[in-house]
């Protein structure tokens, strides 16, 4: 009965080990897009960092810039308020307080905005996708959608990495029930110190030879 429940998980975690070959696949395949983008650039003077699109993957650009995806993106950010808990803040708070990516995308201009100037031609496009009314802000600059991009690609790193901790798991677990599976073998199998242990009903194949080769020694001695 033991053999056969050892039998048993050990072919349970060989299934486990198994299964889980195509979600590790698709957290190494993530980590393998993700892991030369984005990042983000320092700021001068800031604590924050700000992200742009071009910095990011071809096959990560192409998620945010067809427009229906983008929309149904851009509600779920207004919906997170991201935006709202920055509202409040003083330009000091700006120099000395941090933002998350889609907060320094989305919730404000780029720092090299200069409004000031007479024109602003030359300046980065997202400087005039900016809006001050709430629900515009600049959740339409590409700015936005590359914070965006750094949030995803975040989210995906922890999940490499809970993916390698889960393998290592699984491939310890199916290492001891396999350790345990040939040990019950060895024990019900093997004779040692010249001992054959055999059952009643089918004697190993060697206890023929073992009675034969004893007979003959008594014969001879």
């Known amino acids: 009965m033991s053999r056969f429940s050892n039998t048993v998980i050990g072919l349970l975690n060989l299934l486990t080990l198994l299964a889980s070959i195509p979600v590790l696949g698709a957290g190494l395949w993530m980590a393998r897009v993700t892991s030369k983008s984005g990042g983000g650039f320092e700021v001068p003077g800031r604590v924050y960092k700000e992200y742009r699109l071009d910095h990011y993957s071809p096959w990560m650009r192409n998620r945010v810039m067809n427009p229906r995806d983008w929309e149904t993106i851009r509600s779920c950010i207004l919906s997170s308020k991201s935006c709202s808990k920055v509202t409040s803040w003083t330009p000091l708070d700006y120099l000395q307080r941090d933002l998350s990516p889609i907060q320094s995308g989305c919730c404000k201009p780029p720092s090299s905005c200069n409004y000031a100037m007479a024109t602003t031609s ?26 965006l991009l750094e949030e995803v690609k ?61 007979e003959r020694k008594e014969q001879i001695y």
Do not use: M
């Open 122 to 147: 030359g300046q980065d496009q997202d400087c005039f996708r900016w809006n001050n009314a709430q629900p515009l802000l600049c959740y339409e600059c590409d700015s936005c959608k590359a914070g």
């Open 154 to 214: 975040r989210s995906w790193n922890k999940i490499v990495v809970l993916n390698i901790v889960v393998l290592l798991f699984l491939i310890a677990l199916f290492s001891a029930a396999w350790c345990a599976y040939q040990n019950v073998q060895r024990t019900e199998t093997d004779h040692p110190y010249g001992e054959n242990r055999i059952t009643k009903a089918r004697p190993r194949w060697d206890y023929y030879w073992w009675r034969w080769w004893n």
